[in-house]
């Protein structure tokens, strides 16, 4: 028996919930891997949905403000997102805290922990160091991929098109002579850091500071931790002590996380 265009495929076993909801995710997850905004026809590619499933999909989230139509009749994420997302970075933020402390107590520098948002990275929680002379991230601040090393530490673990979207949307900004300034060159980097597990913003972003980066395996919302400082203490022997602990402290809060 033949299938009209307009009817739906066989559907696919359900994860456990309800599938429209499931499939409103789907799309939501689409729009958020293409860097906040894509064509209906890109999200059609995507998803083995049949067009009118789609629609109707995207008219309930529009209206939910979970996504917004585009001038050019594409999709990005809208602004109810916006609240949903904040208090879901300070919960991950306050998850990652006591992590983030033991960090502080083991190397007595800043620790960190941030998230992806679209084409930024977002500051989920700090915890500063006590010493005098330290750095400070505000929480909630975004900043780019290419030159931070929780940007970095995350971009290794995404798709290459996904990276040059991202890439292509954000840009690269060059805040010191050291950033990496262009696609090529963090491509090289990126596969540095599949390589030896960890990432290095080498006063790439503020002269004087740097931070060594792990990514959080396996987390819903690509997420990692650092540990940041002056250059003047963020030596080899640093490093030495300092990326175990990343690698374990980020291994235990992916753990958490998927218990919680």
Known sequence: ?????????????????????????????????????????????????????????LKTLVG????RQLPNRGYALGPGLIRLGNLAGEQLG????????????????????????????????????????????EVGRRTHTHDT???????AQLPADQVRRIIET??????????IATLKDLEAELERI?????????????????????????TPTPMAISVSGPTSRMDQKFADRAVPLLQDTAARIAEELSTA
């Not at 939910?64 to 996504?67: E, N, R, T």
Request: proline residues 7%; aromatic residues 4%; glycine residues 8%.
């Open 1 to 57: 028996m033949s299938r009209t265009a307009d009817e739906e495929p066989p559907r696919r076993p359900a994860r456990g919930g309800v599938q429209s909801v499931e499939r409103a995710f789907d799309l939501l997850d689409l729009i958020a891997d293409a860097g906040g905004r894509t064509t209906l026809s890109e999200l059609a590619a995507s998803i083995s949905l049949p067009m009118p499933t789609i629609h109707r999909l």
């Open 64 to 67: 939910l403000g979970a996504a």
């Open 94 to 137: 306050a998850i990652a805290r006591p992590y983030l402390r033991s960090l502080v107590q083991e190397l007595s520098e800043s620790a960190n922990v941030a998230v992806l948002d679209g084409d930024m990275v977002v500051y989920a929680d700090q915890v500063p160091s006590s010493q005098q002379m330290r750095m400070f991230t």
């Open 149 to 155: 090393g929780v940007g970095k530490a995350i971009l």
């Open 170 to 179: 954000a840009g690269m900004p060059t805040p010191t002579p050291h950033t």
């Open 194 to 218: 599949r390589e030896y597990g960890y990432a290095v913003d080498e006063q790439e972003q503020e002269l004087g500071v740097r931070c060594f980066a792990v990514a959080v395996p396996d």
